[in-house]
């Protein structure tokens, strides 16, 4: 669907040098809804803005649906660049033309007649539920409904692939909700597939089932969604997923554990049995349980004594009750 071969962006200014992005590979199926998060600055605008030829990578391939689209160029790439629908966070609507003309407007460039025009635009109306708002201006509108144009808009061309920049930052978390909700609609009954620029996991956790994690022009760690929230990580991807633990609150000589929950598991009384059967204090530091795409997820961070033995025994308890265990160092 997306295939991004060792993609790098180096902006140049006043010869000041900017590494936005350095040897990006990454594989976006058809269907998938794949997430790219990363802080301020991580470089996702210059990769998507290199997805869609928006800028002109420094070096590497985007292919979209087999076609490479840095070899191309003028009325090729234009023509191409219709299969790629992007939505925005301050959603870039016309302010002086209507929802029904914001909708209108990719189809009249492309020369569709007037009867063609009403019936696509009514269809993606009705998709995105504001028919009602066929003649409003964009000043009138909520957040929420702003963004549904953006969207009805970006899917009149019918795109195989929308690319969404930070397309809830700027609303409020209910709206946020249901422009998700939205997505994954037009991701489940139209076969688009999407790609999610953000720097908010819970908006990844809510609808991808990939997720790139992006930090500093790189990919730091990618993967299905529930795995890289799961995987054993390194200590940026911890820092990025918001379970940094601080080593100088470890007691010294205290062996310090995650523990992921998966599922069932998750609900289940894991801690009291652990306390039971080693017959010792487990300090538990922090924890949560949290649902990824309808899965629940429960991650503790515990502390044991500094024996060998208790922790040989724990690690042994935990695994027999399908608890992953990592040792903090
Ligand atoms: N047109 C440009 N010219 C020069 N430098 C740029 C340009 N666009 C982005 N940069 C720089 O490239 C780096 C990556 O920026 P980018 O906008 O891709 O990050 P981002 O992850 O989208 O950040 P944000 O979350 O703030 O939108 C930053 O250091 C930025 O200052
Ligand atoms: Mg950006």
Do not use: W
Not at 22 to 48: Q, W
Not at 182 to 210: P, Q, S, W, Y
């Amino acid at each position: 669907m997306i295939e991004i071969q060792n993609l790098s962006k180096i902006y140049e200014k006043a010869h000041q040098k900017v590494v936005a992005i350095e040897h990006i590979d990454l594989k976006v199926e058809r269907g998938d809804i794949y997430g790219i998060v990363g802080l301020s600055g991580a470089g996702k605008s210059s990769l998507v803005r290199c997805i869609n030829r928006i800028e002109d990578p420094t070096t590497g391939t985007v292919i979209v649906d087999g076609v490479d689209l840095t070899s191309l160029s003028g009325k090729a790439l234009r023509s191409e660049r219709q299969k790629i629908g992007m939505i925005f966070q301050n959603f870039n609507l016309l302010s002086s033309k209507t929802v029904f003309e914001n909708i209108a407007f990719p189809l009249r460039l492309k020369g569709l007649d007037k009867e063609q025009i009403q019936k696509r635009v009514l269809d993606l109306l009705e998709k995105v539920e504001l028919t009602e708002k066929a003649d409003v201006y964009p000043v009138n509108l909520s957040g929420g409904q702003k963004q549904r144009v953006g969207i009805a808009r970006a899917l009149a061309n019918e795109p195989s692939v929308l690319l969404c920049d930070e397309s809830t930052s700027a609303l409020d978390p209910k709206t946020t909700k249901q422009i998700l909700g939205l997505l994954k609609r037009i991701n489940k009954e139209f076969g688009v597939t999407l790609v999610v620029i953000t720097h908010e996991m819970d908006v990844v956790k809510a609808i991808c089932n990939k997720v790139a994690i992006l930090e500093s022009g790189r990919i730091i760690a990618e993967g299905d969604t529930i795995d890289v929230f799961t995987r054993k990580t390194s200590d940026a991807t911890k820092h990025f997923i918001g379970e940094s633990v601080s080593s100088d609150s470890n007691h010294r000589g205290n062996n310090r554990l995650q523990l992921t929950f998966k599922g069932v598991s998750a609900e289940q009384p894991i801690l009291s049995g652990l306390i039971r059967n080693l017959a010792v204090d487990v300090n538990i530091l922090s924890g949560s349980i949290e649902t990824i795409q309808d899965y629940p997820l429960g991650k503790l961070i515990v502390e044991l004594p500094g024996d060998s033995n208790v922790l040989i025994e724990a690690l042994d308890y935990l695994s027999a009750k399908g608890v992953d265990a990592e040792v903090l160092s």
